[in-house]
């Protein structure tokens, strides 16, 4: 099957996910998606069923975006895969459609994994400290609600894991795509998820921005989109070479 768009690193697919992933019969390190979440009465707004289900013949590992709403409705369609973790992107601005709800400032990205855990590439990246804690002989928490947990001797590098919640500024008016994420949110979700030069594929390409974050981050990157109107876009985003600030959110 021959690539809408093509170069060294990246591979853009125009068609229904679920006719080409598997005719490309790749196995990939990491899924990135921000699927349909079938929330609008947006034309592209609609859940292809099934396919987690297929991501999985693929991949052992993926972060999905996705509204709480999106992922309790579509339960079933994760059985498939095991819950790792969420992660928080926090907003500088946000929707508020519905005057008796609080005012959305975030969406979630979570961690679904297959098989064993020590099998799945998971390296949490580090930001520079901002406390002043020094490093300590291993001990154990005593911590009422985790119960006893070993904790090894380390050493003060200056850094500490990323928080779980993320704040990264949105595309805002610079936006392809009505959903698409900032370069700073899915730089550390392949960071963590995918060894350097692996293999990241999102089967809901969009704008192009997680084709864009692994390219930027080392790796490899194929997509799928199914309007050829954002295809277009994201060949045309993906032939600009462009400075960019990843936490800061855009191009330079």
């Known amino acids: 099957m021959k690539p809408y768009y093509e170069d060294d690193t990246v591979q853009l697919y125009l068609g229904d996910m679920r006719e080409i992933l598997p005719s490309l019969a790749v196995q990939a390190d990491l899924i990135v998606t921000d699927p349909p979440y079938a929330e609008t009465s947006l034309a592209w707004d609609r859940w292809p ?9 693929v991949t052992r590992s993926m972060w999905c975006f996705g509204s709480m709403r999106m992922f309790l409705d579509r339960r079933d369609e994760f059985a498939d895969w095991k819950l790792s973790q969420d992660v928080i992107w926090e907003k500088h601005n946000g929707t508020g459609f519905a005057k008796d709800r609080f005012r959305r400032v975030h969406e979630h990205a979570l961690h679904w994994y297959r098989g064993p855990w020590r099998n799945t590439s ?10 002043g804690h020094q490093g300590g002989p291993a001990s154990r928490s005593t911590i009422a609600h985790t119960g006893t947990i070993a904790r090894q001797q380390w050493t003060d590098d200056g850094t500490r894991l990323m928080r779980s919640v993320i704040k990264v500024r949105s595309t805002h008016h610079a936006a392809i795509h009505p959903t698409e994420k900032p370069l700073g949110i899915l730089d550390p979700l392949i960071r963590y998820a995918c060894p350097e030069g692996g293999l990241v594929v999102d089967p809901f390409t969009g704008s192009g921005s997680t084709l864009e974050a692994a390219r930027l981050s080392g790796r490899r990157a194929v997509g799928i989109e199914a309007h050829e109107p954002y295809a277009e876009a994201a060949a045309e985003r993906l032939q600009q070479p462009y400075l960019v600030d990843l936490f800061g959110g855009g191009a330079a």
């Open 49 to 57: 069923d099934g396919w987690p289900t297929l991501a999985a013949t």
């Open 122 to 131: 998971h390296d949490v990246p580090r930001v520079p400290s901002t406390g």
